[in-house]
Each structure stands twice: as C-alpha cells, then as structure tokens.
C-alpha cells in the first residue's frame, strides 16, 4: 500500500468489529458466561418461589394480568435490559479510561459518539439476549403467563423506551467524560427506578403521598406498556398513555442528551483529560 | 524551509486548569489557576524528516504530541496536520497521522496481537482482504510475523511496542508521532527500537516521525533535526548535523544552556 490507506466512512463494519472484539474476549472469561446465564434460571425460580406467597387475583395486579411471578419476571428481566441501557455507555468509558485503551481508540480517525456506541453494542446486546432468555425460561419451566400479546404495541413501548434510557446512559457517559467518578444520573435513576418504578410491585402499592414520583420517572411507563401489552392482553388503545408519556420523556432527553456529550467532550479536551481516570 | 512543513505549530498555546478541592470550590468558585504546558510554541516540521522534541520532563512534549494527534484542543494558536487544522478540521487531521500510543494498557491483553490489529484495522477503515494483507504487512516490518498468534499478554515490554509501531502503521499515514518510545525499555530494546523507528519507518518507508524524548543520545544518534523544548517553549531548533555536529557533549552544552538547567512543569 502506498500513502494513506484509503479511509471509509466509519459504520456498520466498525460496529461489526467492535462486536467482534467483545465477543473475542467475552469467550475468553468462559466460566463467567456460563455463570451469567445460569443466573437467569436461579432469579426466576426465586420469584416463582416468592409468588406463592402471593394470592392470585390481587386487586393490584389486575391491571398485568393477575399473576404476580409474571409481573415480576417482566419486571426484573426488562429493568435489567433498561438499566444496561441507562448504565452501559457510561460504564465502557470507565472501563475504557480504567484500562487505558481510550487514547487508542480516540486517535482512530472514528468519532467519539461512535467508539462510544461501539463500545457499549455488545453489552447491550448481549442483555437484550438476556432478556429474551429470561422470558423464555421464566415460560418454558415456570409458566409464565403471557396473554394475548400486543406486537404493535411492545414493538413502540420498546422503541421509545430504548431511545430514553441511551440518552440516560448519553448523559451519564457525558457525566463520566468530565468528572469520571460519581454518575448521579445512574444513582438517581438506579435507586429510585428499583423502589418506585415498580419492578417488583406495584406501584399502586405506594402510599399516595410518594406515588406521584413514580409519574416523573420514564422507567415507570416503560414497565407498565410492556406488562400490559405482554401480560392483560391490553388492547393498542390502552397503552397509548404509557407510549405518549415515552414520546414526551424523549423529546426532552434525546437534544439534551446530545448537547450534554457535545460539551463534555469538548470540555474533556479542554482541559486534556479525556482519557484521565 | 522550502516545501511546505507537514506538521505546524504556530504560538501555540495550552493551559491546563488546576485541580482544586472541594474548600477551593466553595469558598473561591471563580478563581480558575491554569498551569501553562504549551507557552506560544512556534514549530515547522518538514516532510520525510526526524524530528526530535528533545525536553525535560513537564517540558511539553506530550500535550503538543496530544494537541497534533487530537485529544487535546490548543487554547490559542494553530497546529496543522498536512495543512489540515487540527481544531477546525479534526477528522482530517486525525487520518493524516498515525499515533503510536505506547502505553501498554491502549491494549486487548486476552486477545491476540493479531486479532487486536484486525480491530485497530477496522477503526482505521481497511477491510477484508486488504485489512488483512497490511496486517501481515505491518507484521512483518515490526518482527512480529512470528508472534502474531500470540495473546498479548504472552508479549515482552519490547514486542508491546513494536506492536504499537504496527497499529500505528496500519493506516500507512505518513506522519508518525511517538512519544518517548524506548522509556522503561532495556538497552538492547531501545536500540531495536530507535533502529527500526530510524532505519526502517524513516528510511525505508519514508514516514515523517515527530519524535518526544528526554535522551539526549537518542536525539542526536536518530534526528534529522531538534528542537530543545522548556516551559512550553521551543528554545533551540536546527538541523541535528549542526546542533549534534560537535558529538553528545556538544548537543549536551546547547542543551543546558538552552533549558537553563530548568525543570518543565512540577
């Protein structure tokens, strides 16, 4: 080859090589990745066990079908999917900073956003197959009662639900370029997603006077579209509420979001801690 | 100079704010201390050449090594990369050149020297058979070829940044940056290495190397030309034949009395 190499626009094969290199790597901590999906069968048979406790046909639970081991399992497998979403950007910029293997990736002619997204693709899609595992274990040995499931509207629950929780983790990832340490939007949603977002119970179970904050957290409406459109055998109509609280929390946090990485990379540069951890 | 530098640096200047603790913060929001690495720096580098920024420590040879590779933004100035600005135009500028980055960590230690070149590789845009082929390629020029299958965690310091040589050839830029390339190597290793960055990239492949260090030896056994570096300024710069032409001792005396004896930055 003669002078430069013939550079391309950055784009799916980047992305390809990313997911490549992780999975290279994930192969190489096998035992980990055994454990990591045996856990999946150990957290449903928890709930399972735990849903005994619980009579069928709480008042509660019947807007999700009745069944609390159901409302649970999607609680606990999709909160695992949204928080990898919320935190994973952020945690490879950590982990990158931590390792040293930023600089390397920052001198590459691939812009930042995309060594970022990169990065992060193969944890996101390996809780994505999380997810879906959960779901299928939790049906297949633990009977799971899904009801007469709404494709249209887990599809755009999913979508909108996506588009919020990566600009969360944008902006996380944006707090971690600048100040390394400390993420509050991971703390703030992380805690309170787990207590009042209802993961686990529901939220109707709140005392009134704390309920309201539960309308002011995305992660609230995320569950309760995909639990009615997987679970109560809800009509489209039904979730539009849920689908149009989603819309409203990305018109704010996807410009937001992108303004905030903007300056913070800029920032970092600034001040020439980009790669500082 | 008569054809155009590839590297510029024209009063090039970087400020670097000063960590303050959370009393400072509180009591004194306002008052922003900076430290001053880059002081109005002015450097030409021209094509096909050595370049040795030869400075102490804190000097600021790695924040204009930064600047150049584009992790760091100038707070005043201009630095061009092959007539590309390195603020206004930082894709360009970062696909002009090629950055060693030496430290080991910039590596996948579980996987293979290989495998990590077929990542850099994808960043840098080569694919597929061509990918492949400059893979072996830049195997071969950093002696590697023979342990290419090997995790990275198996390799010597000295093959760690041989093959920080060859992801920072993948792209076959023309201009290299390295900074202080043989610290923490032994004797020996250094020598491979000042050998393989002058003979090899530099003769025979014809690169521009921008090259910090601190040894004076290195500088004057492999530049073309040096610039001596202090306080953020450049205070001496010529062809090495003239500054090293008296042999070490000379470039040794130039040296003192143009960094004074001084320390960079503490």
């Known amino acids: 080859m003669t002078g430069q190499a013939r550079l391309r626009r950055p784009g799916a094969a980047v992305l390809a090589a990313f997911l490549r290199r992780d999975l290279r790597e994930a192969l190489t901590y096998k035992f980990s990745f055994v454990a990591s999906l045996a856990g999946i069968f150990l957290s449903s048979a928890t709930f399972y066990f735990v849903a005994k406790l619980v009579p069928a046909g709480t008042p509660s639970l019947g807007p999700f079908g009745g069944d609390y081991f159901s409302f649970a399992v999607v609680g606990v497998a999709f909160a695992g999917l949204l928080g990898m979403f919320q935190e994973g950007l952020a945690a490879v910029v950590r982990s990158a900073q931590l390792s040293g293997t930023l600089e390397a990736l920052l001198v590459t002619p691939v812009p930042v956003p995309m060594v970022l997204f990169g990065s992060s693709l193969y944890s996101l899609l390996f809780q994505v197959f999380r997810t879906a595992l959960h779901l299928a274990v939790a049906l297949a040995f633990f009977g799971l009662a899904l009801g007469r499931v709404s494709g249209a509207g887990v599809a755009l629950v999913g979508l909108l639900t996506i588009i919020c929780f990566l600009s969360v983790g944008v902006l996380s990832a944006s707090f971690v370029l600048v100040y390394k340490t400390g993420n509050p939007f991971s703390w703030i949603l992380g805690t309170v997603s787990g207590l009042l977002g209802g993961v686990v119970f529901p939220v109707a179970l709140l005392p009134p006077w704390i309920r309201w904050v539960s309308s002011l957290i995305p992660v609230t409406y995320a569950l309760d579209g995909m639990r009615k459109s997987l679970l109560a055998s809800a009509a489209f109509a039904e979730v539009l509420p849920d689908i149009a609280a989603l819309a409203a929390f990305d018109a704010v946090l996807v410009p937001l979001s992108l303004v905030a990485f903007r300056l913070a990379v800029r920032k970092a540069k600034r001040d020439g801690t980009l790669s500082h951890y | ?266």
Request: net charge positive.
């Open chain 2, 1 to 266: 100079m008569s054809e155009a530098p590839v590297l510029l640096a024209e009063k090039l200047v970087k400020r670097y704010p000063i960590f303050r603790g959370f009393r400072e913060l509180v009591f004194k929001p306002f008052d922003r201390r900076t430290v001053t690495a880059l002081d109005g720096l002015d450097l030409e580098v021209g094509r096909g050449r050595v370049f040795c920024l030869l400075g102490p420590n804190g000097a600021g040879k790695t924040t204009l090594i930064k600047i150049l590779a584009g992790l760091v933004l100038p707070d005043g100035g201009r630095a061009l990369v092959d007539g590309h600005d390195v603020a206004r135009e930082p894709g360009p500028a970062r696909t002009a050149v090629g950055t060693a980055v030496s430290d080991e960590r910039s590596f996948y230690w579980r996987l293979t020297g290989r495998q990590n070149l077929e990542f850099f590789g994808a960043l840098y845009g080569l694919r597929g058979a061509a990918r492949d082929r400059r893979i072996e390629e830049v195997l071969r020029i950093a002696g590697l070829d023979g342990a290419a299958g090997l995790r990275f965690n198996g390799y010597s310091t000295g093959m760690r940044q041989m093959l920080a040589f060859a992801r920072a050839l993948l792209a076959d830029a023309a201009i290299l940056l390295v900074d202080e390339p043989t610290r923490s190597l032994d004797p020996q290793a250094a020598d491979r290495i000042r050998s393989f960055l002058r003979d090899e990239l530099a003769g025979r492949q014809g690169k521009t190397i921008l090259w910090a260090t601190h040894d004076l030896g290195e500088a004057a056994d492999c530049a073309d030309d040096i610039a001596v570096i202090s306080r953020g300024r450049i205070h001496l710069s010529g062809p090495a034949a003239s500054l090293a032409g008296g042999g070490r001792a000379a470039l040794h005396q130039a040296y003192e009395r143009a960094v004074g004896g001084g320390e960079g930055r503490p």
